[in-house]
């Protein structure tokens, strides 16, 4: 009996032993990252995580927060921040004024049109019948982390998923295998013929599978854990007497499309839900040829337009944005091993505050008319100069002039320029007028007028730039407004996640143009071009 007792502990422990032994080397990590993935959370604060901890789980941000490096002072180094440019800029690791996203449009002085950074006539949309102009990343002038990753090793795979398409194209880059978003009209995934012919079947599956509408089919509550509202919840909510809120997604589908999920944090759980059957179909992390995955949560930039970063819509957005983390970093850690995976995750601008937020603490406040702005400075150079077009534009805090009116008219464009910004500049919440001709024959190396100058590109920015008062917004009049709406507060958070990384705090002032650089330095390969990041030593070192 005792022989036999012998011969089973004997193989009881061999077997544990064996068992820890495969434990500890599937933790090992690799020699360089097999995947790494880029998360964009649109208009999230650095301080939301302090503000709300005690309403996040353990397993999403907490999770990053302890056990991961965090840069407590991450910022923009130029001043204009938007959901295009700061695509670009984060995964290029150059501002705008070199990669040229400087908004997600600008004017075309030739055809006195607008022309969006994302539209390419000589692509169409891949997944849908559409009469829309196509879309590619060609107008993003520097290459990007995933262009590097490709050229290093053509086998590597890269990724970019987002809801909309200018975070999926600057993200991904020039060289993706592909770059998905979801078309607002058939709530579908889709792609550029830029990157593919046809969709995958596994897109094609996954939109059959009609996961918009399923996220749809309910009422938005604030989350209860069960995500049940009760009965008298929904009796307040349709007579509009809920002390919280109340949204009918089935309502708000068939008065705004698919597009209104985007509104929703259900729009977040959508493009997890995408990314993770990417990584499954693409075989992303499987091998030793590193892959790149960008994903963008964007539903808190939906919102921000109409709510204060903290109303409880906003709130309610970022508690569930923190479960959907969760499930996808456990998601990484069963399906590769986090061991495996360098993960980061910063936002593109941050939630402002809005002038009622500073009016309840007598903060200085106010809202920029720029249809008022403009019609009086047009007003002004027909005094001037006689009855015509001078102003051709504005967009993205930029007044466009019309170029060839004014060399027609024997006038000189430097002096229009000037006195177009000494007008503006007598505007009540305008903090700065600078003129192209000026950034483009001085080096500004400090304060307001540097991060400007790196906001500005020859070819296709204004002939004045305006900074308005700290406290200051544009007034929203159209849909059409969401191009010129920019962001003042620069800072941002940034994690950094899985592989090597260890837990620390970076307390110095690091920028996002510092990200890519980085993560070069990870695998190996060469910084895209442009790059004026620079590692970040702390975790390279």
């Known amino acids: 009996m005792s022989k036999r007792f012998g011969t089973l502990l004997f193989a009881f422990l061999v077997f544990t032993i064996q068992f820890s032994i495969a434990q500890n080397t599937r933790k090992i990590p690799s020699e360089k990252p097999k995947l790494v993935v880029g998360i964009v959370v649109d208009h999230l604060r650095a301080d939301y995580f302090f503000r709300y901890s005690n309403l996040l789980g353990d397993g999403g941000f907490k999770r990053l927060m302890n056990q991961g490096t965090y840069c407590k002072n991450a910022k923009f180094s130029y001043l204009y921040s938007q959901t295009g440019p700061d695509?670009?800029?984060?995964?290029?690791?150059?501002?705008?004024?070199?990669?040229?996203?400087?908004?997600?449009?600008?004017?075309?002085?030739?055809?006195?049109?607008?022309?969006?950074?994302?539209?390419?006539?000589?692509?169409?949309?891949?997944?849908?019948?559409?009469?829309?102009?196509?879309?590619?990343?060609?107008?993003?002038?520097?290459?990007?982390?995933?262009?590097?990753?490709?050229?290093?090793?053509?086998?590597?795979?890269?990724?970019?998923?987002?809801?909309?398409?200018?975070?999926?194209?600057?993200?991904?880059?020039?060289?993706?295998?592909?770059?998905?978003?979801?078309?607002?009209?058939?709530?579908?995934?889709?792609?550029?013929?830029?990157?593919?012919?046809?969709?995958?079947?596994?897109?094609?599956?996954?939109?059959?599978?009609?996961?918009?509408?399923f996220y749809l089919n309910r009422v938005w509550t604030p989350f209860n854990d069960g995500n049940a509202p009760s009965v008298s919840d929904k009796l307040l909510g349709k007579v509009g007497l809920n002390n919280q809120f109340f949204y009918d997604?089935?309502?708000?589908?068939?008065?705004?499309?698919?597009?209104?999920?985007?509104?929703?944090?259900?729009?977040?759980?959508?493009?997890?839900?995408?990314?993770?059957?990417?990584?499954?179909?693409?075989?992303?992390?499987?091998?030793?040829?590193?892959?790149?995955?960008?994903?963008?949560?964007?539903?808190?930039?939906?919102?921000?337009?109409?709510?204060?970063?903290?109303?409880?819509?906003?709130?309610?957005?970022?508690?569930?944005?923190?479960?959907?983390?969760?499930?996808?970093?456990?998601?990484?850690?069963?399906?590769?091993?986090?061991?495996?995976?360098?993960?980061?995750?910063?936002?593109?601008?941050?939630?402002?505050?809005t002038p009622e937020n500073l009016s309840e603490?007598?903060?200085?406040?106010?809202?920029?008319?720029?249809?008022?702005?403009?019609?009086l400075l047009k007003s002004y150079f027909n005094i001037l100069y006689g009855n015509g077009e001078w102003v051709l534009g504005y967009d993205s805090q930029q007044v466009y002039l019309n170029h060839q009116l004014i060399e027609d008219s024997k006038l000189s464009i430097i002096d229009l320029q000037t006195k177009a910004a000494e007008f503006l500049i007598q505007f009540s919440g305008v903090a700065t007028t600078t003129t192209a001709n000026s950034l483009v024959k001085s080096n500004y190396t400090h304060g307001i007028l540097q991060k400007v100058q790196r906001s500005f590109n020859q070819k296709r920015s204004g002939d004045v730039m305006l900074t308005l008062e700290q406290g200051w917004m544009h007034k929203i009049k159209d849909e059409r407004d969401e191009i010129a709406q920019y962001s003042y507060t620069n800072q941002v958070p940034l994690f950094w996640y899985g592989w090597k990384i260890k837990r620390s705090v970076i307390s110095r002032s690091v920028y996002i143009e510092d990200i890519v650089p980085t993560v070069s330095s990870f695998l190996n390969i060469s910084i895209p071009s442009g790059c004026d990041g620079n590692p970040i030593e702390e975790l390279v070192n």
């Not at 909309?164 to 993706?176: K, Y």
């Not at 603490?361 to 019609?375: E, K, L, R, V």
């Open 361 to 375: 603490q007598n903060i200085p406040n106010g809202y920029f008319s720029t249809y008022n702005a403009i019609a």
């Open 87 to 213: 695509h670009a800029s984060i995964f290029t690791g150059t501002p705008p004024a070199f990669h040229g996203i400087i908004s997600n449009g600008w004017y075309n002085r030739l055809s006195g049109e607008l022309e969006l950074a994302k539209e390419d006539s000589e692509t169409k949309l891949v997944g849908i019948e559409s009469e829309e102009k196509g879309i590619s990343p060609k107008k993003m002038l520097a290459s990007t982390l995933g262009d590097e990753i490709k050229l290093f090793n053509s086998r590597s795979r890269v990724v970019g998923v987002a809801l909309n398409c200018e975070s999926a194209l600057f993200s991904a880059g020039h060289a993706a295998d592909g770059a998905y978003w979801m078309d607002d009209l058939s709530g579908k995934f889709i792609t550029s013929s830029y990157y593919q012919d046809t969709l995958y079947n596994w897109v094609k599956e996954f939109n059959e599978k009609k996961f918009a509408d």
């Open 249 to 353: 997604l089935n309502k708000e589908k068939r008065e705004h499309g698919y597009k209104a999920i985007k509104k929703t944090p259900f729009g977040n759980m959508l493009v997890k839900d995408f990314a993770i059957s990417a990584i499954i179909n693409e075989n992303l992390g499987k091998d030793d040829d590193a892959d790149f995955l960008s994903v963008t949560f964007s539903c808190l930039e939906e919102k921000h337009r109409d709510l204060s970063p903290f109303a409880p819509e906003m709130i309610d957005n970022f508690i569930r944005l923190d479960q959907e983390l969760e499930h996808f970093l456990s998601f990484l850690d069963e399906q590769i091993g986090l061991e495996n995976v360098l993960v980061f995750v910063t936002a593109d601008q941050s939630a402002n505050y």
